[in-house]
């Protein structure tokens, strides 16, 4: 069956039908397309096009359409344009001519609307779940090692010593934030459209606030043209996944290097690690490859609905069909990295004693002692001269810090230079166990 037709002389070919039908994706909103419509059959026995019975007879045949939809055996052989059309066509088996009062009043274009916006309502949802689950890992990880002493980098030389737990706490920051965005793609994606019509409004007087209310929504949209061409909402959620799966990109490259033989100071767990087929010895960081590799699928998903939005005239048009598979894959591949990352998190073991040696015998307590001398009198500009001088000269004999003047020791232990940076937000260990439990405590207060 067609929701459409009757201006038509002739059916559509088979290679259009084959070419332009969506089912095959579509259909996994099926749940939210059979909420608003259920919802959408109180709207019209409000306004007296359906009579309370009927209005109880579609909700049942709805509800046990739902529960077929469960089974693999409900989609087999359909052959219909889309998921509106395939839950008509098994309302009209199921009540006869009755199905055809359900579409009165409401256009697929808003239809769309309203399966996409309670559909990502309850992604987004689940996605913050998946990522507060990975900070929870990430906070365990820092408490695991809360004195331990790394090297912080620059250009991937080693810079200044840090804290484990600060580095943790920077990630965490940059997901916090990923946190807050996708809060902000809910509000706008949590807005009910029903009654736009395809593009001018309903010809029938739908008390939309109450249809909102009934569907969980905080509001209603404003403009039945904007509902009709708005795809803004799945953008938001799309920048939103890119740039948690940026930071997670980030995160794999540091511990793919961290982990390796040249820095050797972290240890993947076997159980998201892989060998090799040919060389015995390996220890692949296959998990972390993985995600960084699967960003760059979440980017091509949100320039994919760019590209094919940028040009587009109001209102619909059927290139905007192009949106969901792009859309559903994002959230796949942005949720199964953050589950990959919080399994990664829980089985990393840091070393310790291998990190603090690599500061120990490089020079990331340069800054400390031309600050020192800064703090003794000595112009900084002087003092950045003056240790400069003294790293190379002991490079070029190949000597390292500790081999320097006994009295210079205390100036030379990392330590002691993290106990001048009780700044807020530095990496003083003071300062460091305050962020990390106030982390905590943010991240209780983040969890849906």
Partial sequence: MKLWGGRFQKGPSEVFERFSNSLAFDRRMIDADIRGSIAFAGALERVGILTALERGQLAEAFEKILEDSRQPEFYAGATDEDVHTLVIRKLK?????????????????????????LWLRDQIIATREDLTAFLRAMLELAARYRDAVIPGYTHTRRAQAVLWPHYILAYFEMFARDNERLCEAYRRTNLMPLGSGALAGSGFPFD????????????????????????????????????????????????????????GWLELGDEVTSGSSLMPQKKNPDSLELIRGKCGRVFGCQNALFLTMKGLPLTYNRDMQEDKEKLFEAVDQTRASLEMARVVAGAATLKPEVAFAACDRSWVVATDMAEALARSGTPFHQAHQIVGKLVLDSVTKGEKPKDLDPKLARLLDPREGMRTREIFGGTGPETVALALAEAERRLTRMTP
Avoid: C, P
């Fill in 93 to 117: 088996e199921a009540v006869g001519g009755l199905a055809d009062k359900i579409h009165t009043g409401r256009s697929r274009n808003e239809q769309v609307s309203l399966d996409v916006r």
């Fill in 208 to 263: 939309r606030e109450t249809l909102a209310r009934e569907l969980g929504f905080d509001g209603i949209t404003r403009n039945s043209m904007d509902v009709s061409a708005d795809r803004d909402f799945m953008l938001d959620f799309l920048n939103a996944a890119s740039t948690i799966m940026l930071h997670l990109s980030r995160l794999a490259e540091d511990w793919i290097l961290y982990s390796s033989e040249e820095y």
